[in-house]
């Protein structure tokens, strides 16, 4: 068996860590947006918490760099895992730390096998339901013509952009807001596509399962019925020849004693 390789060791090695760095994050992005009132203090640590897991995923990309065998390769392969690492540093913008958190640790997930799709789609709609509600909160909370002012309105605006329905009792006015809905729109409605697949492939497999254990069922009575017929003309062919054989046979003394007597 093929030794893995020191890039896969240190995936499988460091995928928890960062899945735990990831719930830091949620908690240090979420706490200023839901309690903007809170101490300044509170404030700056989730700065420092955000700017704290967004370097653990720059050194991890970094290590993964320097363990591969083709650099140029890696990089090609992997730009998303780039792009993500280095839009914080050409803007640094909450929002673009967010989408670099996400971008990496829905990466990282994709690559553990033991992650099954239903898990992985249930958790990206309750992520995006999530940052979608905070980030849509963070940029239209102060907006003069906004209507979004509060975490329940975002959280149901976000239900309703991600269903596609769009009630439009709420809607966001600004640029960066509109931004986010069409994303919000997009990705619910790539993710609709795959629960419905996904619902349809397990059918079809259910039906193939059937089908299968219904042509087995089918092949296995054909058979028996060849057996029987096959046991049939044994049993007729034995019982002609047994026939045979007793015709053939000379008579028996006392019968042929029987046959030589004279008759009185």
């Known amino acids: 068996m093929k030794e893995p390789s020191r890039q896969r060791q240190w995936e499988r090695r460091s995928?928890?860590?960062?899945?735990?760095?990831?719930v830091v994050f949620a908690v240090a992005y979420a706490v200023?947006?839901?309690?903007?009132?809170?101490?300044?203090?509170?404030?700056?640590?989730?700065t420092y918490a955000e700017w704290t897991v967004w370097g653990a995923f720059a050194v991890d990309y970094l290590v993964r760099l320097g363990l591969t065998g083709d650099r140029k390769h890696f990089v090609r392969t992997h730009w998303l895992d780039l792009a993500a690492v280095v839009l914080p540093l050409v803007q640094p913008l909450?929002?673009?730390?967010?989408?670099?958190?996400?971008?990496?640790?829905?990466?990282?997930?994709?690559?553990?096998?033991?992650?099954?799709?239903?898990?992985?789609?249930?958790?990206?709609?309750v992520g995006l339901l999530m940052f979608g509600s905070l980030a849509v909160l963070s940029v239209e909370r102060e907006a003069p013509d906004g209507n979004i002012k509060n975490l329940g309105d975002?959280?149901?605006?976000?239900?309703?952009?991600?269903?596609?329905?769009?009630?439009?009792?709420?809607?966001?006015?600004?640029?960066l807001g509109r931004l986010l809905a069409v994303g919000l729109m997009l990705s619910g409605i790539a993710l609709l596509g795959v629960v419905t697949a996904n619902i349809a492939a397990w059918f079809i497999a259910r039906f193939d399962r059937d089908d299968q254990a219904e042509r087995l069922q089918l092949a296995a009575l054909l058979e028996l019925r060849a057996e029987v017929r096959a046991l049939r003309g044994e049993v007729a062919r034995l019982g002609g020849t047994a026939a045979d054989v007793a015709a053939a046979a000379p008579p028996s003394a006392p019968a042929q004693r029987e046959a030589t007597s004279p008759t009185p």
Do not use: E, K, N
Request: hydrophobic share 50%; with cysteine.
């Open 32 to 46: 200023p947006i839901v309690a903007p009132d809170a101490d300044a203090g509170v404030h700056r640590a989730c």
């Open 94 to 125: 909450r929002l673009l730390r967010l989408v670099a958190t996400l971008m990496l640790v829905g990466r990282r997930a994709r690559m553990a096998p033991q992650v099954q799709l239903t898990t992985y789609v249930a958790g990206a709609v």
């Open 154 to 175: 975002a959280v149901w605006w976000s239900f309703t952009t991600m269903t596609t329905v769009g009630y439009g009792d709420h809607s966001p006015t600004t640029g």
């Open 15 to 22: 995928q928890l860590p960062l899945l735990v760095l990831a």
